[in-house]
């Protein structure tokens, strides 16, 4: 089946710095992915949509300016976590759906924990 | 607004005794899924449910779409210990982005 990995898995960074999450759909081309953030023991949640050679589509209540996305080809797509701070520690999990699959499956990355000291 | 509700959201029995988890909404969606998350990794597919009313067996794994297609159940028979992780059950509706929101997640612990 499809594959989307996901680099860095892990990642400690100091309050204030920058952290970039990175998506690729590995045997795939991937107009859109799709980003997503989870707290311990709780659901996902939609961040946003990554489009590929456009603006990515923000859910309410998610700073565009805060959480950057660049999805710059059909098989990558980045998040930048800018300035981050202790409250911004979560996993963060990138998805993407195969155009050509059968199903349409949604098909996951491994996810990126995220922890700010 | 949860969009999907999910009960119970913890969830835990012995070995061998059999379960059901509930998805339910307001809204109506083109299709339903279910995943099975272990901590730590991401979510993996466990089954698509498109049509209204539509059953599908996935071996001790039993998943019904609701006729108006804005519920689902998930039935397990004979839990076992390797059944342990967050079943999350997510709605696609075709906006323009085609996005899939997830439930709240149901964490089920089987003991041995």
């Known amino acids: 089946g499809a594959v989307v990995s996901q680099h860095p898995s892990w990642v400690i960074c100091k309050s204030g710095t920058s952290v970039k999450i990175e998506c690729r759909s590995l045997?795939?081309?991937?107009?859109?992915m799709f980003w997503y953030r989870q707290f311990p023991k709780q659901s996902l949640m939609l961040m946003a949509t990554?489009?590929?050679?456009?603006?990515?589509?923000?859910e309410q209540g998610v700073e565009k300016d805060k959480f950057l996305i660049n999805h710059a080809s059909l098989t990558l797509s980045t998040l930048t976590v800018t300035s981050a701070h202790p409250e911004d520690s979560s996993f963060y999990i990138c998805?993407?759906?195969?155009?050509?699959?059968?199903?349409?499956?949604?098909?996951f990355g491994e996810g990126s924990r995220l922890t700010v000291l | 607004t949860q969009l999907l509700e999910q009960s119970p959201q913890f969830l835990s029995i012995q070995e061998g005794e059999n379960l059901t988890v509930y998805c339910n909404s307001s809204?109506?969606?083109?299709?339903l899924q279910w995943y099975r998350q272990e901590p730590g990794e991401g979510p993996v597919l466990l089954v698509t449910?498109?049509?209204?009313?539509e059953v599908k067996k996935l071996k001790r794994l039993t998943f019904q779409f609701g006729d108006a297609r804005k519920d689902s159940s998930l039935h397990i028979t004979a839990a076992q210990p390797g059944d342990t992780g967050l079943y999350l059950c997510?709605?696609?509706?075709?906006?323009?982005?085609?996005?899939?929101?997830f439930g709240p997640g149901t964490s089920l612990s089987v003991i041995p």
């Open positions: 998805s993407a759906r195969d155009p050509s699959g059968h199903t349409g499956e949604l098909f």
């Open positions: 045997d795939f081309q991937a107009t859109t």
């Open positions: 990554s489009n590929e050679g456009s603006k990515a589509t923000y």
């Open positions: 809204s109506v969606f083109s299709s």
């Open positions: 449910v498109v049509t209204g009313g």
């Open positions: 997510a709605g696609e509706r075709k906006t323009s982005y085609d996005k899939v929101i």
